[in-house]
């Protein structure tokens, strides 16, 4: 017969019980979910049972939601309450329960629990004294202050972040700042400013924290990542999902009332960062712009490019990691800025753990650390060393399923894409993704209609312009008139191998390389010399060249058709294709 702890639903509301001893056995009578979180599990409200009375107590975190969503814990379920907080609301007082373990299910409830009133809780939590007598282990940080820990600096009860909402007055978080962003400037029309970020975590599940301008200057300086605050009075809203990868469904704002207390406690309690790894062989079944924890090692290591953004026109700092994790897969990685600069290039093999990549779909699926990311390099825990020690044994030898195919790759040398023919493509899913491949084909026809346009001559856009008069022409997407434009190519060709034919779009790069010509120069021959112009455009027929292709099957009236993209375009290298065809065919004797 199992047996619930005696008075266990009062002991709960009496301060002189210490949540850090008492684990009551008590028993589940009803569950009720009280709406999904971010994260994708759902909230629930419990009614808690001690045979005598019960109470409404929210049980958050990951792991408690999931043993009721898997179907262990369930009505009349018997659990024994591992960790719990105790928390104030407006005069009300209110359990959450962090961790329970189960023990039984019994078909009926025990005994004939009656509900807990008002005024039963207010008498147990009357029977100790109000105050709490806290260590002197604490500095202090408000308005940008930091000083001796004072008896107001240090909250008696430590609210879940899971159980924050914009509807609470007064709360508290215990929680680590698992990443501390470099501080960003703004300019617009209303004024300019300047802002941080920081995501903090605690056992429960994490949430952003953002500090504008004034909280900039009082406590950007005074928090240090990796450390653990007391955190109260922020403002919390609707999280804006565009700019954070956090799972929650709101985020903070710091503001003038605002206190942060550092815990310099030697066992704060506070997990590190909490890592929901996917494995890179699944990648394939994540959404594009979509955010993932993954952890690899990083087989090999890319120098650092400077690139210009083709919407900013900005220069930007690059470098690319492949990682392979123990799923037989390898991805590419991209790092940026100050992350691309910094990574050490002379680690042999290092161990990369990135949380929030972003996916994208690019080249077939790639990763990129943007500024939602927290990028550690041979972190020390448990996974780190296992996976270490995987590839030390094993791991390297493996034969791995290339995830990335972008045509830049790894140390500016091109990542191995897998070849295909056209007709083999067209029986692909290229539907539901774009497929990248490569083919060596040859050019059968060029149209030379349409072939170039006149653009906008601005380095930072590429938009068609339309004449005026005279010689003026108008970007609509700048509002500007030019004295002038520039040339941009857009060339179909029609492509054959030994399997069919397609027709195949090369942009402004890869048609001036198959070309040997620049745009400009092949508008002034269209312009001047129209028999320099067919020249020009026929002299590539019927020779063969190696392709890098974007492929992608378009619906349109009803009828489908491939849509597909030169990426790049090289000479055929014959003894590397010699040696290819010579492991195909060892392949096929077997």
């Known amino acids: 017969m199992t047996i619930l702890t005696s008075n266990g639903i009062l002991q709960f509301y009496n301060k002189s019980t210490n949540p850090d001893t008492y684990k009551p056995v008590v028993q589940i009578t009803a569950i009720k979910q009280c709406g999904a979180s971010a994260s994708g599990t759902c909230k629930n409200k419990l009614l808690v049972s001690d045979g005598v009375y019960f109470a ?217 960062v909490k890592l929901d790894l996917t494995q890179i062989a699944d990648l394939e079944s994540c959404e594009n712009n979509s955010f993932v924890d993954v952890m690899g090692i990083a087989t090999q290591i890319g120098d650092v490019q400077n690139i210009t953004a083709r919407s900013s026109g900005k220069q930007l700092t690059k470098r690319e990691v492949k990682l392979q994790d123990r799923s037989g897969a390898a991805v590419s990685l991209t790092l940026w800025g100050k992350e691309a600069e910094t990574f050490d290039a002379a680690l042999t093999n290092p161990v990369v753990c990135v949380k929030a990549a972003k996916v994208s779909d690019f080249g077939g699926r790639s990763l990129s650390v943007s500024f939602n990311s927290t990028l550690q390099v041979n972190p020390d825990n448990a996974m780190s060393h296992e996976l270490r020690g995987w590839y030390e044994s094993s791991g390297k030898d493996e034969t791995v399923k290339q995830m990335s195919s972008s045509q830049g790759g790894v140390g500016g040398a091109s990542m191995e894409t897998p070849h295909k023919t056209f007709l083999e493509i067209k029986g692909s899913n290229a539907q539901d993704k774009p497929e990248y491949f490569s083919n060596q084909a040859s050019i059968v026809f060029v149209k030379k209609d349409n072939c170039m346009y006149q653009a906008c001559p601005s380095p930072d856009c590429n938009k068609k312009v339309f004449q005026e008069s005279g010689s003026e022409y108008r970007c609509e997407k700048c509002d500007k008139i030019y004295p002038n434009f520039k040339y941009r190519l857009m060339l179909t060709v029609k492509l054959s191998d030994f399997t069919g034919n397609e027709w195949v779009t090369c942009f402004q790069e890869t048609a001036e390389k198959l070309l040997g010509i620049t745009a400009d120069e092949l508008g002034q021959q269209k312009d001047t010399n129209e028999t320099e112009f067919d020249k020009s455009m026929t002299k590539i027929n019927f020779k063969t060249y190696n392709f890098k292709i974007r492929a992608r099957l378009e619906t349109y009236m009803d009828e489908s058709r491939l849509k597909c993209t030169a990426l790049s375009v090289d000479p055929v290298d014959c003894v590397s294709y010699s040696k290819k065809l010579i492991e195909e065919i060892k392949l096929l004797e077997g």
């Not at 100790?128 to 007598?133: I, L, S």
């Not at 008696?156 to 400037?185: E, F, H, M």
């Not at 953002?210 to 999280?239: E, H, P, W």
Request: charged share 25%.
């Open 56 to 272: 409404t107590m929210l049980a958050v975190g990951d792991d408690n939601n999931k043993l009721i969503q898997d179907g262990v814990v369930q009505k009349n379920s018997v659990v024994r309450i591992e960790r719990y907080n105790s928390s104030e609301n407006n005069g009300k007082s209110f359990i959450i329960i962090l961790e329970f373990t189960h023990l039984n299910t019994p078909a009926d409830k025990i005994g004939s629990p009656t509900k807990i009133t008002d005024d039963q809780i207010v008498a147990e939590m009357n029977k100790a004294p109000a105050g709490v007598t806290h260590s002197n282990a604490s500095t202090v940080m408000t308005g940008g202050m930091a000083g001796a820990n004072t008896q107001s600096g240090v909250p008696g009860n430590i609210y879940p972040i899971q159980s924050l909402n914009p509807y609470q007055n007064k709360w508290t978080i215990k929680a680590r700042v698992t990443k501390k962003s470099d501080i960003r400037t703004w300019s617009n029309a209303r004024g300019e400013g300047k802002l941080f970020s920081l995501e903090l975590m605690d056992e429960s599940g994490e949430i952003r924290c953002t500090g504008f301008t004034d909280a900039v200057d009082r406590f950007y300086n005074m928090i240090d990542q990796g450390q653990v605050y007391y955190i109260s009075r922020c403002t919390l809203k609707t999280a804006n999902k565009q700019y954070t990868a956090i799972k929650n469904d709101y985020e903070m704002t710091i503001n003038n009332d605002t206190s942060i207390v550092k815990c310099e406690e030697t066992d704060t309690g506070v997990p590190d």
